[in-house]
C-alpha cells in the first residue's frame, strides 16, 4: 500500500475536542475586550469575598458558570485542568493586592 493520500483539513465542526488552544475548555460569556483571565480573577475574588477561603479549581469553575455566565461551548463547566493553570498565580496576586504577599 502506498502512502495515505491528503484529505486536507477537517471541515470545521469536525476537529477533535482537544485542538486548538483551549482543548474542550473554549470558554464562552466573556464580553467583547475584556481578557478571559480577568473574568475569571474578579470570579475568584468574588469566591474568596463570599467564602472567606480561596478556591478550588473546581469551586472556581462552579463560580464562573453559575455566577459569572462563562461555560463551555457545550455549556458545561471549564475542566479543573485547564483552570488550574491559573490557580497559583491567582492565589499570588490576590495575596498581592490585598498586601499579604512575601
Known amino acids: 500500500m502506498g502512502p495515505a493520500p491528503d484529505l486536507g483539513p477537517a471541515p470545521a465542526g469536525l476537529a477533535d475536542e482537544d485542538d486548538g488552544p483551549?482543548?474542550?475548555d473554549e470558554p464562552v460569556g466573556i464580553p467583547d475586550g475584556i481578557p478571559r483571565e480577568e473574568v475569571y480573577f474578579e470570579a475568584y475574588r468574588?469566591?474568596?469575598a463570599s467564602h472567606g477561603a480561596f478556591p478550588t479549581a473546581r469551586h472556581l469553575?462552579?463560580?464562573l458558570h453559575d455566577g459569572f455566565g462563562v461555560?463551555?461551548?457545550d455549556g458545561e463547566l471549564l475542566s479543573e485542568t485547564y483552570l488550574g493553570s491559573y490557580m497559583r498565580e491567582f492565589k499570588?496576586?490576590?495575596n498581592t493586592e490585598?498586601?499579604?504577599a512575601g
Open 22 to 24: 483551549y482543548g474542550g
Open 46 to 48: 468574588h469566591y474568596v
Open 61 to 63: 469553575s462552579r463560580t
Open 71 to 73: 461555560p463551555t461551548v
Open 92 to 94: 499570588d496576586r490576590y
Open 98 to 100: 490585598m498586601g499579604l
